[in-house]
């Protein structure tokens, strides 16, 4: 068992953070002792982990919501949760993708800079003829 001091440490995430998810309900209530104070169980912080995760790839608070409140569903209304977590993977993936194409294009103008800066300099790099980066295949 855990506590909410050990789960923010755990998951690098404010005490806040993990009382606001409770309260909008992107996960689930969150047991407690004797005396109030908030158990955490190896399934709370799989939730947790989850909707951090989730929240860092980009989900909005309504798709979380959506998802939370999907899980309490049965039959094929729940397995809409799985349409949730494709939805996202697909739109991570063309991120990904892109952010890849990006680096290449960076590790290339690095690359070529001082090439590019001498040409520049002495005039061989003019207006036409400039490269065109949008036709490289990097």
């Known amino acids: 068992m855990y506590t909410s001091k050990d ?7 404010p005490v806040s ?4 998810y409770e309260k909008i309900g992107i ?6 002792d004797e005396n109030g104070y908030r158990i955490y169980t190896n399934s709370t912080l799989n939730w947790i982990y989850l909707m951090k995760s989730l929240r860092n790839a980009g989900l909005s608070i309504d798709s979380l919501q ?3 409140r999907l899980s309490k569903e049965t039959g094929e209304e729940r397995r809409k949760q799985k ?9 991570l993936d ?8 990006v680096r290449k294009l960076l590790a290339y103008k690095i690359e070529t800079y001082d090439e590019h800066l001498a040409k520049f300099q002495n005039g061989e790099l003019t207006e036409k003829t400039a490269e065109e980066l949008w036709k490289l295949v990097l």
């Open 7 to 13: 789960v923010a440490k755990l998951m690098d995430i």
């Open 17 to 20: 953070t993990i009382r606001y």
């Open 27 to 32: 996960i689930p209530p969150i047991e407690r």
């Open 66 to 68: 959506e998802f939370s």
């Open 83 to 91: 349409q949730v977590l494709t939805n996202q993977l697909n739109e």
């Open 94 to 101: 063309a991120k990904i993708a892109e952010m890849v194409r």
